[in-house]
């Protein structure tokens, strides 16, 4: 079987390289920004606050009142979300350290307090599921 | 006559193409995005049997019809902005260069730019830029595959019609 390719063909699999490394970099500069992430606060179960997470952004300290005097102090920055101070007896909320992506969370069982990273974009573009 | 014999023609290229469109719908999907876009053989063999016009009138009756039949408003959006401009890229290569472009580079390259096409209405849809370049490599390495695939079905295609007797019709 001979396959009939010609030199033309050698321009549109150039073309394919050049697109595959266009979008390559387009990732690796755009990385996980064009991902919106959102930072959630929870107590008990109940969402008080929450934040869109984005490049340039001001930190953002969040007081988190968990009834009875407890309470949480949330960072939330672009490079990270921590739990920055808290009077909980074992600190664990304090020392969980930084979360950076979406799905992670820091969780402060005695004060009943949940900070989870988010993807702000709840459906995920699935081209060819419409597409068919 | 002749008008008469190419409305025929036309129109069972269109209802292949249709058939081919409604069958690929029921293959498994590898990976969202990569199908092997079995209907660009017929628009291919237009294309080289009866010009640009009527293989951009195939693909967008294809489109259209097959989006009706299967799909949604959206997935009609999605077709046609991937097949038009796939059909552009494929009719000025073949019109204007095909001496330097084999069947199967022009394949390739219409494969190349119905992902294209494709992406930028879902940015568009989505209203982000980012789902094009993390989509983008990804469906052009399957392009490669499924382009050189569809192009050479359809240069057999093409190479057994012109040996018939009833389809008596010089590539045009």
Redesign the interface.
């Given at each position: 079987m001979r396959?009939?390719?010609?030199?033309?063909?050698l321009?549109?699999?150039a073309?394919?390289v050049v697109?595959?490394a266009?979008?390559?970099s387009?990732?690796y500069t755009?990385g996980i920004s064009?991902?919106e992430r959102k930072v959630v606060v929870e107590v008990n179960g109940r969402e008080v606050y929450s934040c869109r997470v984005y490049k340039g952004m001001e930190p953002v300290e969040f007081r988190v009142n968990a009834g009875n005097g407890q309470y949480n102090v949330v960072l939330i920055t672009y490079e990270g979300v921590r739990i920055k101070e808290a009077n909980c007896p074992d600190q664990i909320c304090v020392k969980s350290g930084f979360i950076r992506f979406s799905g992670q969370a820091i969780v402060c069982l005695p004060h009943k307090v949940v900070v989870k990273i988010i993807s702000g974009?709840e459906e995920v573009?699935?081209?060819?599921?419409?597409?068919? | 006559m002749n008008e008469v014999k190419k409305m025929v023609m036309l129109a069972l290229i269109i209802s292949q193409a249709l058939v081919l469109h409604l069958i690929e719908?029921f293959m498994p999907?590898v990976a969202?995005?990569?199908?092997l876009g079995l209907a660009n053989i017929m628009t291919l063999v237009t294309l080289v049997f009866f010009g640009f016009k009527e293989a951009l009138m195939v693909v967008m009756v294809r489109s259209i019809l097959g989006s009706l039949l299967?799909?949604?408003f959206?997935?009609m959006l999605?077709?046609l902005a991937?097949g038009i401009l796939s059909c552009l890229t494929m009719g000025l290569?073949y019109i204007r260069?095909r001496?330097?472009?084999?069947?199967?580079?022009?394949s390739?390259?219409g494969a190349?730019l119905h992902n294209?096409g494709?992406?930028l209405v879902?940015s568009w849809v989505?209203g982000?830029?980012?789902?094009?370049?993390?989509?983008?490599?990804i469906l052009?390495?399957a392009?490669?595959g499924t382009g050189f695939f569809i192009g050479?079905v359809s240069?057999y295609v093409i190479k057994y019609l012109e040996s018939q007797k009833w389809f008596r019709w010089e590539r045009g």
């Open positions: 396959v009939p390719l010609r030199v033309g063909d321009i549109v699999y073309f394919a697109l595959i266009v979008g390559l387009g990732m755009m064009h991902d974009r573009p699935d081209v060819d599921d419409i597409a068919s | 719908g999907v969202p995005g990569i199908k299967a799909g949604s959206t997935s999605y077709s991937g290569l260069w001496n330097y472009f084999s069947i199967i580079g022009i390739t390259a190349i294209i494709q992406l879902a989505f982000t830029i980012g789902i094009l370049f993390t989509y983008l490599p052009t390495i392009a490669l050479l240069n």
